[in-house]
């Protein structure tokens, strides 16, 4: 029997020696002629009659046909039942309150099980035809032809009832349920045969959660005495307190904080498994009386406080090279650090002693283990970093005084006993640190699509090569080279046309990083936090096919650091980067012609900037709320300026640097977000975006890549970007070249977006953007466009656009892609329509955006 692809492409394709295919001879054909008989009368006179509709609609039927009619009958054993998805979940007493409601949600992961033909990962919902793909695997599966080989890695393997196991998921859900504090909760599977076909079920699940048990009373770990008269006591750190959920998974938080904290104070190998609880839950109905207690198996070396002995460092060999190699040479790098190499020692001794936070004598921190081990990773050299810590062999002295602890507190004779380490109770521990070198250069080549934040998208091919530890102290010598092909998404909420101004970009890059501050006095000095030093050559050449050419030679200098978990800082001390018009169309010329500030902006010029940037984030890993602050503080061209003035230029007049002005201003930004996650599936995100920037001295307006713009994928979705302000101004004749006008020297945005789960790994969205930007000086070619033409509150307020709109995430995990569809609701100028809601015409307010990622 032909398979439904040949019997396609053979009605399809007719041969010189069967022009048409009759109904007798292949009976499925004529039931697809019959089938669209009365739709299509050419259909049966043959192929070639047909004409381009007519085919279109025989093969769409064809297909209907034959793909709808794919059974898996043949291929199903006599227990075998297809799987097409989950029901429903029932939640027969469902409580509120975001605990219950997250409980709830883990023990829907474990019933979740996406079926053949899934939407975006949904365990309910399928695409058409969902049989398809399994079909075509069982009915290849034995085959070995290329096209069959070709053909599977199309398709997937069917779902059976069996591989699902809808009991033992209910039984792992109610588990979960229990683990949670509900242990009395009960989950049931029932197996939905289809009404047409046995063979195929769905599964409905129905829990019961039942009351929730609270922690009653709690006998906290024993005191623990440290050095220094410090103690270590557990019930004010402990989020065991009475009236909390009695949860495995609150319960490991806390065995785990015990651990890491006594960690910290010498207590190497004290593991959370050594740490248990009992749980008494028959003192009083739906409470639990909880006890923790060190468990039976804990050997006398978790008991014991241990300081670092002997730290060495042993150089291996790459392993591409097989890993292993016999050192030959030595080095002291401290009294107490030892490095062991054969023939170099790759990096710099002094950068790597400055690396090892461990010190002979000191009572071992498990922070200064993963310092070390962060600062020797982010030097670049090593493909790995290993530590082995070993114990001494020394004369132990048995710490009577833990074993009396310990049985005192076996018997309850003693609820808060306390561990009080002696001297004679420490130990040795020395230190062993294997280093694997890394390649010295790697290469890459890549491919995308991608996206910017001004809305303009498309193919890009990128190239760069790296040459790590470059001079022995971590350093990084990168040169990068890329091209693209850009165009811009959106419609134009005017003109109701879609803005295509493409454009084409190539530029490379080189540049050096050091992973330290290049300062005199701080070059070997250590960092809790990634720190780095950077210097970059670039140069860019973009396209505008109907405007001009613009090339950019640039230089910048950074230093980034970050003192804190919640701060990072960078400051460039130095950035210089040439701007120069190498064409321009007579179009482009009389735009200038028409607008002096853009040919202002736009003009051959020299930026020399200074700038400070920051981030502050404030998040706790079980907290639903998110903040963060991101900041600019920037200045270009003062310290130039004054320089010539010392020198007895006008301060005022227009100077320039090789022949040519320099840009002078001061510029502040500043972007706060905020989000609120309602529960696991919903989540409230907002962000406030301000910024201004002023001209002075040496020029009067400021470089076009420096002003603001707002709209777009990631700002006012309504509108594409540079669509709208500065202020109420508008063109006398939009088109797709006013874009060009839309900048200005102040900005302000608000942005509200509700996310909420659809189905599966699909989320929904809805938004309100609002924002608008301004000149600070007004602009005579530009009416209304400058605050100092307000008259008061009331006209800024109607100058401010708004838009809405509903959207779609797909979250693959890795990358997030967005599709948004923005709503104009108010224009910041006057239209033929009065009112607030101004928009002339409603297919002229929407703005459709593919993008990657978040806007915020």
Known sequence: MMSPIALLLRWLIPSKRNPRMHSDA??????????CKGLLCDACKGFPSLSRVSLQLSLLCLLSLVFGSCSLHRYQGPEDQLYIGVKSIEVVDKPGGSYADHAIGEAEEKLNYAPNGSIFGSSSLRWPLPLMSPYLYMRFSSDSTFIARVL???????????????????????QTLREHGYLSATVRSEILPQPKDSLQARVSYQMQLGPLYLLDSVTYFPRVHMSKGRYFEHGSVSELQKGTPFSMEILERDRNAISTYLRQFGYYYLKPDYISYQADTLMKPQHVALRTVLAETTPMDALRQWKIGRVQLR???RESDGGSVVANDSLALSDSIMLYYRDKTLVRPAVLRTRIRMKEGEIYRHKDEERTLSALTNLGAFSSVEFYFAKREEAATSPDSLVTVLAADSVGDNPHPAFTMQPDTTGTLDVTILLRPD????????????????????????????????????????ANVYGSYEWQTGRSPVAGSSISINSYQLGGDIGITFPFILFPGWINNYYKYPTSTSFKVGMQGINHAQYYTLRSLAFTMDYSFQPSSRWS???????????QLTRTTARFDKLLQENPALGLSLRNQFIPKVGYYFTYTRHKEDSPHFFQIFGEVSEAGNLTNGLMAAFGRPYNETKTMLGVPFAQFVKASMDLRYSWRIDRNQTIATRLATGAIYSFGNASTAPYIEQYYVGGANSIRAFTVRSIGPGRFRTQEESAYSFMDRVGEMKLEGNVEYRGRLFGDCYGAVFLDAGNIWLLRRDPDRPGASLGELASLSEFVRQIAVGTGVGVRYDLSFLVVRFDVGIGLHLPYETSRKGWYNIPRFRDALGLHLAIGYPF
């Open 315 to 317: 150089l291996m060999g």
């Open 152 to 174: 599977r890695r199309f398709t997937s393997k069917p779902v059976w009832m069996r591989e699902v196991s809808p009991s033992l998921r209910a039984k792992v859900a109610q």
């Open 439 to 478: 390649k010295p250069w790697s290469t890459y080549l890549g491919a995308a699509f991608m996206r910017k934040s001004t809305s303009y998208i498309g193919p890009g091919i990128s190239a760069s090569i790296e040459r790590s530890n470059l001079f022995g102290g971590g350093e990084r010598l990168t």
């Open 569 to 579: 800082h960078r400051l460039s001390p130095l950035s210089l980067n040439y701007t």
């Open 26 to 35: 292949y009976p499925s054909m004529g039931l697809a002629r019959k089938a």
